[in-house]
């Protein structure tokens, strides 16, 4: 069974942020042999002056394929790991989702594509739930990362938003890597232009400080970009151009 689990607002100023817990989650339900989980997505969210939030306001979105667990095993203990695990003064969400039970995702979508400009409520975010069949609890203080937690399951559902959490890290000589030994040394999927372009195997790009991967079509993609637009040299995005995933 194939399920989506996202978190949000978990943290305070001085804490561990929210993708440092969803990381320690996903290895806690590893460890049990519960399944194995996908790489975490960091989805943004819109930002307000009515919404209150730690640093960026974004959710943390993870896979897993339960094959030795029940539904309600997994959300009993995230909902005891988010209550022991949380900082003080944070306003915890869970979402959990068994992807093959959601009827109208349709719904789910839109909701989370809403959070990313809109200014939404927890009884939006309830009532959705309760009519898609979808698990959301909050877990300490205001309980409004309820709001994110279900939007990060939305956006995750799109297969087209959210970065990757943490830095892809690569053996390169002179910082100049094959699209092949990129393939080989990480968990991209596809090397990509910001235009489009798929690379080949044999073309060559050069790596920046922070190489960071996101979520297109469903795959782990890295995106690169040619400084003068013709194609010949391709050098991995900045902080800057990935802001937008």
Same mark, same amino acid.
């Given at each position: 069974m194939k399920?989506?689990?996202?978190? %949000? %607002?978990? /943290?305070?100023?001085?804490?561990? #942020?929210? #993708?440092?817990?969803?990381?320690i989650l996903a290895g806690q339900i590893e460890e049990r042999g519960w399944g194995r989980c996908s790489g975490i997505t960091r989805? @943004?969210?819109c930002v307000h002056p009515d919404i209150p939030y730690t640093s960026h306001n974004s959710s943390m979105c993870f896979e897993t394929c339960l094959n030795n667990?029940?539904?309600?095993?997994?959300? /009993?203990?995230?909902?005891?790991?988010?209550?022991?695990?949380s900082a003080e003064g944070s306003d915890p969400g869970l979402c959990i989702v068994a992807i093959d039970?959601? @009827?109208e995702t349709d719904l789910l979508v839109k909701f989370g594509c809403q959070a990313k400009i809109e200014v939404l409520t927890k009884q939006e975010a309830?009532? $959705?739930? @309760?009519? $898609? #069949?979808i698990h959301l609890s909050e877990h300490g203080g205001t309980g409004q990362g309820v709001i994110g937690a279900l939007a990060g399951v939305g956006l995750r559902f799109t297969g087209? %938003? #959210? &970065?990757?959490?943490?830095?892809?890290? $690569?053996?390169? %000589?002179? /910082?100049?890597?094959?699209? &092949?030994d990129i393939l080989a @040394?990480? &968990?991209?999927? $596809?090397v990509k232009s910001l235009e489009g372009t798929i690379l080949e195997d044999d073309d060559v790009v050069i790596l920046g400080d922070k190489v960071k991967a996101v979520m297109l079509e469903g795959k782990c993609v890295m995106l690169v970009y040619s400084p003068e637009g013709c194609q010949?040299?391709?050098?991995?995005?900045t902080k800057q151009q990935l802001r937008k995933f």
């Open positions: 399920v989506l689990i996202c978190i %949000d %607002d978990t /943290d305070n100023l001085e804490s561990r #942020g929210t #993708g440092h817990l969803a990381e989805h @943004q969210l667990s029940s539904l309600t095993e997994l959300i /009993d203990f995230a909902s005891e790991f988010l209550l022991k695990e039970n959601v @009827q309830y009532d $959705l739930a @309760q009519k $898609l #069949g087209n %938003d #959210g &970065r990757f959490k943490g830095k892809i890290r $690569l053996k390169a %000589d002179n /910082d100049q890597i094959t699209v &092949r @040394q990480s &968990r991209v999927e $596809l010949k040299e391709w050098h991995t995005c």
